[in-house]
């Protein structure tokens, strides 16, 4: 039996002292209703402008990643989460395994406070697609919205909150380099996967950071 859209689509009043906005979440399976939506401006974190943002997202839904959407009733998102496959590309080739994910989200800077984050985080970890698979949430610095040295520690904290809500366990041993490494194994993942889960992230990890060491020492040529 297949997903109703009523199943994909929750709502919930957001936390406000002034006003209590609606919001929905809802998975977005194909692109034609994402495509009729607009697009709060405060979503820049990771291309840099609303309109390259939304633009992501259709591409990813088309590529056939987990992605979900919160938005108000006037038909705006405001926040998103992306699971997409962990790939590498090496060469010609791609380093990747069809089970192991990586997540990303982000929440407008005009919406934020309000408990979205965290209701994206829930709507999603609470979905059959992730039964089979392995996540892998990274702390990539470079993405986080902060402005001012001291704020980095209460945004890290605030997103190992977030991935922990979701199941989340961190890992000691981070080869990607970033600032933390958080992993959530899927209920229907193999033992033997689950066992040999420490030289899977290290084969990744390893190539990522040559491929981010290698495009970095390019662009200083």
């Known amino acids: 039996m297949g997903i109703t859209e009523e199943a994909l689509t929750v709502k919930f009043t957001a936390c406000s002292k002034v006003s209590q906005p609606q919001i929905f979440i809802r998975r977005c399976d194909s692109t034609e209703w994402l495509k009729s939506m607009k697009i709060d401006k405060g979503i820049t974190i990771y291309y840099g402008s609303p309109e390259k943002e939304k633009g992501e997202l259709i591409k990813r ?53 309000k408990g979205i984050a965290g209701k994206l985080v829930d709507f999603a970890s609470k979905d059959s697609f992730f039964d089979d698979k392995i996540v892998l949430a990274r702390g990539t610095v470079e ?13 890290r904290r605030m997103l190992l909150h977030l ?7 961190i890992v000691d041993k981070n080869p990607f380099g970033d600032d ?14 689950v066992e040999n889960l ?3 992230i290290k084969e990744l990890g390893e190539a990522y950071f040559r491929v981010k060491t290698s495009i ?4 200083f040529k």
């Open 216 to 219: 970095i020492l390019d662009f």
């Open 61 to 113: 839904v088309e590529e056939g990643c987990y992605v979900a959407v919160a938005y108000t009733d006037e038909n705006v998102i405001v926040g998103f989460i992306v699971v997409e496959e962990f790939r590498v590309p090496i060469g010609r080739t791609v380093l990747a395994y069809s089970y192991v994910y990586d997540a990303a989200i982000d929440v407008s800077k005009n919406w934020r406070g």
């Open 143 to 155: 993405n986080w919205d902060i402005s001012k040295p001291e704020e980095k520690e209460p945004y």
């Open 163 to 169: 991935a922990k809500k979701a199941g989340f366990k």
């Open 180 to 193: 933390f490494l958080a992993v959530r194994i899927g209920s229907k993942v193999s033992r033997t996967t």
């Open 198 to 200: 420490d030289k899977i």
